[in-house]
């Protein structure tokens, strides 16, 4: 698992060797390159403020609380631990939320219970969708419902199965 | 004219979920912290501002990074590769959206931090100006149920926490996370436009 920090740069250098054996001028192409940068963050800006607001109010009136205590029994039916509802909850609108959480149930549950390895799963195998969602399609009239229906519905339904393979695997 | 266009948006789920939520959260805070509310959002907004900027240095060493692969020619010999399988997988013959969206899948799948946005942003509005909504679909599926092979984050957060093997969550990990993205990808499938 190590290995997987030598990608980056790995990647950089035979890329920049390559580009180097094709006679581009590096400078000038990545600066080139670094311009888009400003007016892809401010096309993007007012979808972020959004976004993270609603995250904000969600987690910090307790709707999310009594949200996953209401949902515990569905939870539990399905087989995903009720402590790790609110994870759920939260993972489709705020990455840096659900990490921030992800690290406290790892340290109020232990890194090598179940709940934590539900945890886990929970969290590296599905996205956050609303984020995406605002992001990718900004600004665009298209109807979303039905393209962020499936991300959400996928990602609950591999949940239900990620929760079943930390039992048996 | 502006509120009207808002009022016809309604369809898009994020506005009867943020309408809903934003609604919940106002009268719980009336109700039980009058004063809490503008912090709340004040706090929402100080977070979008920093993760910005975040966003921003992540973006300025991609967007430098796929320039030079452009120029290189690399990834026009990558999408001259990929072409024939992304172009089914898409149903599109416009082999620039088609290589960014490839470009996408990759950087996902290395889960390399920041890098998938630019080329993606990009397909999908090159997807959507041609008026192939399945295309613009199937790449927000494949991004929204997670590509990424090695969840780096999750091994790195468990070792900080003195789990005995930080790696053995990889295959439960991995098994769902190919499972969500398959589901989506055949749900996309499965619901397309007949044409």
């Given at each position: ?7 980056i ?14 006679k ?57 631990p ?43 195998s ?34 239900i ?9 | ?8 948006d ?27 509310f503008?912090p709340?959002?004040?706090a929402?907004g ?104 090695l ?45």
């Open positions: 698992m190590k290995y997987a920090a030598l990608i740069p790995l990647l950089f250098a035979a890329l920049f060797v390559y580009a180097l054996i094709r581009v001028r590096l400078y000038d192409c990545f600066t080139e390159g670094v311009k888009g940068a400003i007016p892809l963050v401010v096309s993007l800006f007012p979808y972020l403020v959004s976004v993270l607001i609603l995250s904000e109010l969600f987690e910090q009136s307790g709707l999310s609380a009594r949200l996953t205590q209401g949902l515990a029994p569905v939870f539990r039916f399905l087989g995903i009720p402590e790790i509802g609110k994870l759920v909850l939260l993972k489709p609108f705020s990455g840096s939320g659900s990490t921030a959480l992800l690290s406290e149930i790892l340290s109020a549950y232990g890194a090598d219970s179940y709940i934590a390895r539900c945890a886990c799963v929970a969290y590296g599905s996205e956050t969708v609303f984020f995406i969602s605002a992001v990718y399609f900004a600004g665009s009239r298209k109807n979303l419902t039905k393209p962020v229906l499936i991300a959400l519905f996928s990602n609950f339904a591999s949940l199965l990620g929760c079943l393979f930390c039992r048996i695997l | 004219m502006r509120m009207l266009r808002c009022a016809a309604i369809q898009y789920p994020m506005n009867i979920i943020f309408a809903a939520v934003f609604l919940a959260a106002a009268v719980i805070f009336l109700i039980a912290d009058p004063e809490g503008l709340a959002m004040l929402g100080q977070k979008a501002a920093t993760v910005s900027l975040a966003l921003l240095a992540s973006y300025c060493v991609w967007l430098g990074f796929f320039k030079v692969l452009e120029q290189s020619g690399l990834s026009d010999r990558l999408a001259k590769g990929l072409f024939p399988a992304a172009r089914r997988l898409f149903r599109s013959d416009d082999r620039e959206a088609v290589s960014l969206a490839c470009q996408n899948l990759a950087a996902n799948v290395l889960g390399l931090p920041g890098a998938p946005t630019p080329p993606g942003v990009a397909a999908t509005q090159k997807f959507l100006n041609a008026r192939n909504g399945y295309a613009a679909d199937m790449l927000f599926v494949l991004n929204a149920t997670s590509l990424q092979l969840p780096t984050t999750v091994v790195a957060l468990r070792a900080a926490a003195g789990a005995a093997s930080p790696a053995d969550i990889f295959l439960p990990t991995l098994l769902a996370t190919l499972f969500s993205t398959l589901l989506g990808a055949v749900l996309v499938f499965v619901t397309r436009k007949r044409t």
